[in-house]
């Protein structure tokens, strides 16, 4: 009588192309990991869960490490961002000059929270620190364009017709 053969292993999901290609370049290097969470993001957008476990076994490093580290530092995303990021400064200069307003204004305007990507994906909200622009306060960014003294009317017309 044959003996069974052991059922095969599961099939580990194939690293996404950017992941390989990161890690290729920082290869035992397991120091690298900020590097290589930076490079990633930069190519995908985001860390998503998927991406993270791929990094995780590329660099032969616990997964709760490398999750561990991308929730520490919070220039790593976690969600998908929209196309275009509104980062409004909260920073001290601006917080006296009415950011709490410019942010509910637009939190009005596009229907969403704080960290939050709007319904079409165009904008993702954020609220910063300094955005070392403090005369112009209360300021806020859209990409890298910079909108200053604003008012919540202001803000409102930026984001509808940026
Ligand atoms: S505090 Fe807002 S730009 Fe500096």
Do not use: W
């Amino acid at each position: 009588m044959k003996k069974a053969k052991p059922a095969p292993k599961a099939v580990r999901g194939a690293a996404d192309p950017a992941v390989k290609k990161v890690v290729a370049r920082h290869a035992g290097n397991k120091g690298a990991l900020i590097t290589v969470l930076q490079e990633v993001q930069a190519e995908l957008g985001y860390l998503s869960g998927q991406t993270i476990e791929q990094i995780s076994r590329a660099m032969d490093l616990p997964a709760s490490q490398v999750y561990g580290v991308a929730t520490f530092y919070t220039q790593f995303r976690l969600k998908p961002v929209g196309k275009h990021l509104m980062r409004v400064c909260h920073g001290t200069a601006c917080h006296v000059s009415g950011a709490g307003k410019i942010s509910q204004a637009l939190e009005d305007e596009l229907k969403v929270g704080d960290g939050e990507t709007t319904e079409d994906g165009k904008f993702t909200l954020e609220t910063v620190a300094c955005l070392g622009c403090c005369s112009l306060a209360p300021v806020m960014m859209i990409d890298s364009e910079t909108y200053g003294r604003l008012t919540p009317d202001s803000a409102r017309k930026a984001a509808k017709d940026f």
